[in-house]
């Protein structure tokens, strides 16, 4: 799937890339809480739809431990890459204060291949790869991303290693850098590397900071964009808003490319050149009563920071990921 997304909380739809466009599936509505299947008792769901029908189409998913490599693509300081290896490190991570990043990856973990195995518990930080000089300039198009990626896992020092069955591998580029379609109607995207470009068939996915370029967009609710007048950014939860803003959208990617990796797994409609797969089904909506154009209830910290799951010693905001067996959006952070 070559794909990206901006937040519905802005323009109420996401927008395939690749001239293909998309809308959101359904009429925003909330649904009376109804069952205590999932998630301990709490009622953790939102933007229930009939008419929602995601389907499994007998490709592989990533069920063995799943490795992360980042790819760090320009200039990026060292508090800007600990905020992203926190975050990847928190999807398995015990003992962390609720509602947790680990709580949201239970959502994801439902998904099965065709044996019934499960997505895997296990989120590794894996091998990292950095790329200060912008060795494929600092415009890139979608056949150029998966170049950069051939140059980290055939580099000469310390490549990172080729890993087609449990690998992800994430390229994040720094905020003046642009890839085909940034901020027009891209904030992210992911798909497989081809074999003629990089040798091998390995799931990657693009994240851009935005922070230079559009993060009224890309950043929201962290920063606003500027033709809608009075709407005040809230404080990101780790001071800054550009990489804060990434993180749904690494979530978002990650959690898509678990469940669909070849873009032949799970996902609704019946093109898988048009699939609309399960953070899609999500988008924009990050607590309780979300949809539409309302992100849903999240939290406050002591110090003005709106988040809504923790990490270890850190707190991210992070879009809901559509529940296979509850037929809903569901997060860890719902009001019981």
């Known amino acids: ?47 229930s739809s009939e008419f929602v029908h995601l389907r499994y ?24 890459k600990r905020i992203i290896r926190a975050f990847i490190s928190a ?24 044996t019934g195995a499960n997505i895997s518990r296990n989120v590794i930080l894996g091998a990292e790869k950095n790329d200060r000089f912008y060795s494929h300039g600092k415009s890139l198009t979608r056949l150029t991303v998966q170049s950069v990626i051939k140059s980290a896992v055939t580099a000469p020092s310390r490549p ?59 950043a929201y609710p962290f920063a606003v964009p500027d033709y809608i007048p009075g709407l005040k950014p809230l404080k990101s939860p780790n001071g800054n808003p550009g990489v804060d803003g990434m993180i749904s959208v690494i979530a978002h990617e990650i959690a898509e490319l678990s469940t669909n990796p070849l873009v032949n797994a799970w996902y609704a409609g019946g093109d898988p050149s048009f699939p609309v797969e399960i953070a899609d089904l999500c988008e924009g909506i990050y607590g309780t009563g979300g949809g539409g154009s309302y992100t849903g209830q999240m939290l406050n910290g002591a110090d003005g920071a709106t988040y809504n799951m923790n990490g270890v010693r850190r707190r991210f905001l992070v879009q809901w990921v559509w529940n296979p067996i509850l037929n809903y959006c569901t997060g860890p952070n719902a009001l019981d």
């Open 1 to 47: 799937m070559r794909r990206g997304f901006v937040f519905v909380v802005l323009v109420g739809m996401f927008i395939f890339s690749a001239g293909v466009d998309g809308w959101r599936p359904w009429p925003a509505a909330q649904k009376p809480n109804s069952t205590d299947l999932i998630f301990g008792g709490s009622k953790k769901y939102e933007g």
């Open 57 to 80: 189409h007998m490709g592989p998913v990533l069920t063995a431990n799943i490795t992360v490599y980042p790819i760090w693509y320009g200039r990026w300081d060292k508090s800007q």
């Open 91 to 114: 999807i398995s991570a015990g003992s962390v204060k609720r509602p947790s990043v680990a709580g949201w990856w239970k959502t994801v973990r439902l998904y099965t291949d065709q």
């Open 160 to 218: 990172l290693p080729t890993n087609p069955k449990s690998g992800v591998y994430l390229l994040l580029t720094s905020d003046d850098v642009y890839v085909q379609d940034f901020c027009n109607n891209v904030c992210g995207f992911h798909y497989f590397t081809f074999p003629s470009i990089v040798g091998y068939t390995l799931p990657y996915a693009w994240v851009g900071n935005s922070a230079k370029l559009c993060p009224g967009i890309c």
